[in-house]
Nanobody
């Protein structure tokens, strides 16, 4: 089993920045890809960004150029740096770990972009 714990959410004004962290514990060696998803009220949960252990990254078009995902394999932690935040970025952000056998989700952290 793998446990994922997100942190770093909060309230920020439009145009501001926020950083999220996701710490993994347990059988972390089984995880090949770490991702961030987000879900706004009434919407489906959508992929924001993903990163492999080798550092290959993928971004949703809506965040490319504004968000940066990174991973510290030694700390089993993935980060999401969010710049130029917009009200449309308001959502609960979830961390996801993907292994060959299973997917694992964190509990989510709220990000609210509002003036």
């Amino acid at each position: 089993q793998v446990q994922l714990v997100e942190s770093g959410g909060g309230l920020v004004q439009p145009g501001g920045s926020l950083s999220l962290s996701c710490a993994a514990s347990g059988r972390t060696r089984s995880i090949n890809v770490m991702s961030w998803y987000r879900q706004a009220p009434g919407n489906q949960r959508d992929l924001v960004a993903s990163i492999s252990r080798s550092g290959y990254t993928n971004y949703a078009d809506s965040v490319r150029g504004r968000f940066t995902i990174s991973i510290d394999n030694a700390k089993n932690t993935v980060y999401l740096i969010m710049n130029s935040l917009e009200p449309e970025d308001t959502a609960v952000y979830y961390c996801k770990g993907i292994s060959l056998a299973s997917d694992y989700w964190g509990q989510g952290t709220q990000v609210t972009v509002s003036s």
